[in-house]
């Protein structure tokens, strides 16, 4: 899978590269829709049953009605007229150099949420030359993804793990990226680093001014340590769920799988200070960082893509927040004090999950997506 992990060798402070120029053209001045070719017919209607896709690790609606998927090994697909074909491709890496096991690929999917005028589509993947990754974007003609442009630049770190790699776009139109700690725990904790950390950016990939530690610096939230599922609610409200320890920096080598309900400016989390319900790991306390509101303590389950669910969802889903788990399927949260509780849904819930314009759910594994009412 994408999401457990290995060992560990510290190296030196990364950042993040914002490309202010282009590596491709971009189309800057979109015609009116009725006078532009690249226009896809509004409304499409949304998909049901079941659609066959590898490893679709994350999923988005467009405001005309169409799904968008990734495919793990490098394909954008979209569902338009009422089949699956192919929006771009991208070369990417879903094994280490050596053949072994690996948490790269493309892993990361957003729509702009100002589509209907300038038709970008987003993803995050893993550069072939294992050095680095990428937030990169399309121009949508037609279901064909066209002038692609790299946004953003980040490391990958020398090993296989702890990639991060969603993305989503926030209530205030800025782009959020989560970023592993590429398995240098004590980056997490650093704000000049990217690592571990939930990064926010303009949408040509530039740094909003407003940012918490300046306006250079594209750090949103740290303390994470594998932030593998992040969704935003309609009001603002931003999720994350996190993959828990494997072993490295000294912790348990299995469980304590979290996710934080709330991540807010600047917040503070606790990885590698402590880990799960706040277990003491790197020293006595957890160095002030924010609890998260469930963990899974010595249970695996292996977090991945989260959504909220609004009133007019699935009966049972409705009013909730949903993710999806490797190891166990579907997680409904209801949120409690002093923690959020978590019950099981369908096992076919592995990658991604949206909710999708007809208020349906849609969920992937490594062979399908399926729609649930």
């Not at 499409?44 to 495919?71: V, Y």
């Not at 990958?156 to 590429?182: P, S």
């Not at 949260?333 to 959020?340: E, L, N, Q, W, Y």
């Not at 849904?345 to 649930?372: K, M, W």
Request: with cysteine; charged share 15%.
């Amino acid at each position: 899978m994408l999401a457990t992990a290995c060992g560990s060798t510290p190296r030196p402070s990364a950042t993040a590269t914002p490309l202010a120029s282009p590596t491709a053209t971009v189309v800057t001045g979109t015609p009116s829709p009725t006078a532009n070719a690249c226009v896809a017919p509004s409304n499409e209607p949304a998909p049901h049953g079941i659609i066959a896709a590898s490893f679709a690790t994350a999923l988005a609606f467009a405001p005309d009605g169409r799904l968008f998927w990734t495919e793990r090994s490098g394909t954008v697909r979209v569902w338009q007229n009422g089949a699956s074909r192919v929006f771009a491709r991208i070369r990417t890496v879903t094994s280490e150099a050596n053949g072994s096991y690996s948490e790269r690929g493309l892993l990361g999917l957003a729509i702009s949420p100002t589509f209907i005028t300038d038709r970008f589509v987003y993803a995050f993947y893993s550069d072939p030359s294992y050095r680095t990754q990428h937030v990169i974007r399309w121009y949508d003609c037609d279901g064909t993804g066209t002038h692609p442009t790299i946004v953003a630049t980040f490391p990958a770190g020398n090993d296989c793990c702890h990639k991060g790699g969603r993305i989503a776009f926030g209530a205030d139109g800025k782009l959020y990226v989560t970023l592993g700690d590429e398995h240098d725990a004590p980056a997490a904790q650093n704000v000049n680093d990217v690592r571990g950390k939930v990064l926010r950016y303009n949408p040509d990939g530039t740094i909003p001014s407003d940012n918490p530690f300046g306006a250079k610096n594209p750090v949103w939230a740290y303390g994470f340590r594998n932030p593998f599922g992040i969704a935003f609610s309609a009001t603002g409200q931003l999720a994350i769920t996190m993959n828990g320890p494997s072993g490295d920096a000294g912790s348990p080598g299995t469980g304590y799988d979290t996710l934080l309900l709330n991540v807010t400016r600047g917040a503070h989390y606790q990885w590698p200070n402590c880990y799960g319900y706040s277990h003491p790991l790197a020293a006595s306390t957890c160095g002030g960082g924010i609890a998260p509101n469930w963990s899974s303590e010595a249970s695996t389950y292996v977090p991945t893509g989260a959504t909220f669910v609004d009133a007019s969802g699935p009966s049972g889903y409705a009013g909730h927040l949903v993710f999806c788990t490797y190891d166990k399927g579907m997680a409904i949260v209801t949120a409690g004090s002093p923690h959020a509780t978590v019950r099981i849904g369908p096992s076919g819930c592995r990658f991604g999950v949206i909710e999708g314009p007809n208020h349906a759910l849609y969920y992937s594994d490594q062979t399908r997506i399926y729609e649930l009412k």
